[in-house]
């Protein structure tokens, strides 16, 4: 069999450091979250355990993102799913009866702090993309100049 014709198999990019430190960081405001918001609110009210089953399982999710072991774009879909449960999270607290005002603030932090990684995640794989897909057009444009040249 000709070697010639083998095509080596596609690497799928992986999340960069800078997005495995992120998910690291999502990871540890959900577990303080989870301690300090989330199990009191459990106590008070077992019927929110439903509502968090989401969270938990991008919890796992985003282990997965902070250890590295996954594509960017399936680090794209858990982020944007992220988000959009800490929007669903945000509103299902506003309909709780009588929060405290530890409770309001906690809150505010995590969401704000929630809102914020999640948007730099987002960010950091757009600019990786961008910059990965301009680098193939680059190369493809090196490889018809190049190509051009030999047919001279």
Do not use: C
């Not at 690291?24 to 405001?29: C, D, G, M, P, T």
């Not at 009210?45 to 072991?69: D, I």
């Amino acid at each position: 069999m000709p070697t010639s014709h083998l095509h080596p198999l596609p690497v799928i990019p992986k999340i960069s450091r800078f997005g495995r430190a992120l998910a690291s960081a999502q990871v540890l405001k959900e577990t303080l979250t989870i301690i300090f918001l989330g199990l009191p609110l459990v106590k008070a009210s077992p019927l929110v355990l439903l509502s968090a089953l989401p969270g938990v399982v991008l919890y796992l999710l985003h282990w997965q993102l902070a250890l590295g072991r996954v594509g960017r774009v399936f680090a794209m879909a858990v982020w944007v799913f992220t988000l959009v449960d800490e929007l669903w999270g945000l509103l299902l607290f506003k309909e709780l009866e009588a929060p405290t005002h530890g409770q309001i603030r906690m809150l505010h932090w995590s969401y704000f702090l929630g809102l914020g990684i999640i948007l730099l995640a987002l960010g950091e794989l757009a600019w990786r993309w961008q910059r990965q897909r301009a680098k193939a057009r680059r190369n493809v444009h090196h490889q018809a100049i190049l190509a051009a040249r030999q047919r001279r």
